[in-house]
């Protein structure tokens, strides 16, 4: 599927059958970048474990499951199974909202597969001035991430649109994806490519035990400047390391937001710029803080969206 067309409508799946490569990490920073920018999305937690409705109130859970009677030890039962059926009801959610963004599961290569051997949705996309595009995560260290998005690709083919992120997490080295099949047949179809910044270990370890992004995590520092100043000193170092990582993420997805946004919006995005970051992440902190306690009081700063159409001056 072509990126030089004019589009209106997206559906972005990050996705990789291999589990751990960091696709919901990637997913609530694609939905903060959305909101840093104020493109009004539909944000859908598509996995069973539910990682990322945790991590972004704003996700909505999507099933892809159905109930599939099957034959076990010779016996007949009823179990929920990923289905070819449940897959294609994913791909209908692009009609929900001009820019849809979908965390998926580990292990649904073969559903994938079987979804697109069984029909081809490249004109019908088209038709709509639609696009559907897959965000491939691959780590450093992983070969069978790699060869998980081999699989997927090697099934769509044209049908969508790929672009790839290469997570840091576990290394910048991607010297064996950059040799491998799948980077080759990645650059055949024109996929752009980006890198996921490592955010530093003992930083992670707070944005998993309090269930933060990097925007909330920064703008929690900034509301101890307020409250507390000598333990916003104390966090300095912490917090400039977490802005650093948080800008190189957003201005990667800039870069690409051709690939990422209906083409009018992607146009009229604007660059990173400190003081707007300073006081989107202090907006994210105290949306959640207030959400963990149960109510946002009136007058808590929030950040405003927009339809990608609005964004771009040319809907209302």
Same mark, same amino acid.
């Given at each position: 599927? $072509?990126?030089?067309?004019?589009?209106?409508l997206v559906?972005?799946l990050?996705?990789?059958?291999?589990?751990?490569?960091?696709?919901?990490?990637?997913?609530?920073h694609?939905?903060?970048w959305?909101?840093?920018?104020g493109?009004? &999305? %539909?944000?859908l937690?598509?996995?069973?474990?539910?990682?990322?409705?945790?991590?972004?109130?704003?996700?909505?859970? &999507?099933?892809l499951?159905?109930?599939?009677?099957?034959?076990?030890?010779?016996?007949?039962?009823? =179990?929920? #199974?990923?289905?070819?059926?449940g897959?294609?009801?994913?791909?209908?959610? #692009?009609?929900?909202?001009? +820019?849809?963004?979908?965390? @998926? /599961?580990?292990?649904?290569?073969?559903?994938?597969?079987?979804?697109?051997?069984?029909?081809?949705?490249?004109?019908?996309?088209e038709?709509?001035?639609a =696009?559907?595009?897959?965000?491939?995560? +691959?780590?450093s @260290?992983?070969? #069978?991430?790699?060869?998980?998005? =081999?699989?997927?690709?090697?099934a769509?083919?044209? !049908?969508?649109?790929?672009?790839?992120?290469?997570?840091?997490?576990?290394?910048? !080295?991607f @010297?064996?994806?950059h040799? $491998?099949?799948? &980077?080759d #047949?990645?650059?055949?179809?024109?996929?752009?490519? +980006?890198?996921? /910044?490592?955010?530093?270990?003992?930083?992670?370890? !707070?944005? !998993?035990? *309090?269930?933060?992004t990097?925007?909330?995590?920064?703008?929690?520092?900034?509301?101890? &400047?307020?409250? *507390?100043?000598?333990?916003?000193?104390?966090?300095?170092?912490?917090?400039?390391?977490?802005? @650093?990582?948080?800008?190189?993420?957003?201005?990667?997805f800039n870069?690409?937001?051709?690939?990422?946004?209906?083409?009018?919006?992607?146009?009229?995005l604007?660059?990173?710029?400190?003081?707007k %970051?300073?006081?989107?992440?202090?907006?994210?902190?105290?949306?959640?803080?207030?959400?963990?306690?149960?109510?946002? /009081?009136?007058?808590?700063?929030?950040?405003?969206t927009?339809?990608?159409k609005?964004a771009?001056?040319?809907?209302n």
């Open positions: 599927m $072509s990126n030089d067309k004019f589009f209106e559906l972005d990050i996705f990789n059958g291999k589990g751990g490569v960091g696709k919901t990490t990637i997913a609530a694609l939905h903060e959305l909101r840093y920018h493109l009004s &999305h %539909l944000l937690d598509v996995d069973d474990n539910k990682s990322l409705s945790r991590l972004c109130a704003q996700a909505q859970p &999507h099933a499951k159905g109930k599939v009677e099957i034959t076990e030890d010779g016996v007949k039962v009823t =179990r929920d #199974v990923v289905t070819k059926e897959v294609e009801s994913l791909l209908h959610r #692009v009609l929900d909202a001009e +820019i849809v963004l979908g965390d @998926t /599961p580990a292990n649904v290569t073969a559903e994938f597969a079987q979804l697109f051997a069984a029909a081809q949705f490249r004109e019908s996309f038709a709509m001035r =696009r559907l595009t897959f965000i491939l995560v +691959i780590t @260290t992983d070969t #069978v991430a790699a060869e998980e998005a =081999r699989r997927l690709v090697a769509v083919k044209r !049908d969508a649109s790929y672009v790839v992120i290469l997570n840091e997490r576990l290394g910048s !080295d @010297t064996g994806y040799n $491998s099949p799948t &980077h #047949v990645l650059q055949s179809l024109g996929a752009p490519e +980006i890198r996921f /910044p490592a955010i530093p270990a003992r930083i992670q370890r !707070d944005l !998993d035990a *309090n269930k933060l990097l925007p909330q995590y920064v703008g929690r520092w900034w509301e101890l &400047h307020q409250t *507390n100043a000598r333990e916003a000193f104390r966090a300095t170092l912490s917090a400039q390391e977490a802005t @650093t990582a948080l800008k190189k993420a957003f201005q990667s870069d690409i937001a051709e690939a990422l946004l209906p083409t009018a919006a992607a146009a009229k604007e660059p990173i710029e400190g003081e %970051l300073k006081g989107f992440c202090l907006a994210r902190w105290l949306e959640h803080r207030n959400l963990a306690v149960g109510a946002v /009081p009136a007058g808590t700063p929030t950040t405003k927009t339809t990608a609005q771009a001056g040319t809907g």
